[in-house]
């Protein structure tokens, strides 16, 4: 019987294919139309999540396509959580916290003893990361003496982290000495504890737009998976970013497959497993 044998990365390049720079444009002017930017993004990553959208949504052709997208704002907003790809879990890379438990939070909290240790998560998603954070910090009775903050740009990531409701899957990492902070509340579904869910700010913030930021400075800052999608120019502005917004011996953690970028590469020294102290 014959077999037709894509290659995938042809098969990725006719999907991408499917989109011309217009088209390109059509579908941005409709997502802006309700305040999200696209230019923040890596065309490549940008054409493979509405390829992604677009295959999977029942339409015979671009010109359908681009009216679901005008007519129907679900539609829209799928398009929009296809594009900011939510993906997280507690514990998260899971060697990470080991190490930010033994040997990244204790160094903070000796160096900024007389301090409330402020941290914030970028991209924080569901929040997840956060409170995996959060658990860590109670573990070690310094959960009082933190200021925690999270932000993202996606409204439904958000209002699930303030509801701190998870799916069994999302607690896959878990220590199990965590789980007494969780209550079961529907099917393979866990409600977090309300001290620690009240231990973290969460609030609504693109982190592309670079002017729109105060003048606080954070004794650690997480942002993990999030700029991996971005273009060069705005990684290597970002990280720049990350160093003015952390203080002096402050500590940035980032993703597994991210690097720091630009001319702050230098102004950081590694301290392992992807955690990066700000030296000069
Ligand atoms: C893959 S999740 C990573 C979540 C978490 N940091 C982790 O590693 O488990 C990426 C998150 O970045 C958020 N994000 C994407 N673009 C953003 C932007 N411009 N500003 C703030 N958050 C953004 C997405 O909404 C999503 O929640």
Known sequence: MYQNKT???EELARKISLFSEIDFKVIQRKVEKIGIKLDAYRED?????ISYHFNRSLVSNLNEYFDKLSSDEVFLFDLIDCI????SYFFRDFEKFEHLKQFILPLLMNAFQHRKLKVWSVGCSIGAEIFS???ILKSLNYLESANLVASDIDREALLRAKDGKYFLREMRSLPTEYLNYFTECGEKEFSLDQSI?????FYLHDISNLNSLNNNKYHLLICRNVVIYFKKELKEKLY?????????GGILFIGANES???ES????QSLGKQFYRKVI
């Open 84 to 87: 900011n790809v939510n993906f």
């Open 265 to 268: 590469k230098n102004k950081f």
């Open 260 to 262: 720091i970028l630009g």
């Open 45 to 49: 990553y940008l054409a493979r999540r």
């Open 197 to 201: 869910k009240d231990a973290v700010k």
């Open 7 to 9: 290659n995938p990365s």
């Open 133 to 135: 954070i959060s658990f």
């Open 240 to 248: 720049s970013a990350f160093y003015e917004w952390l203080e002096p």
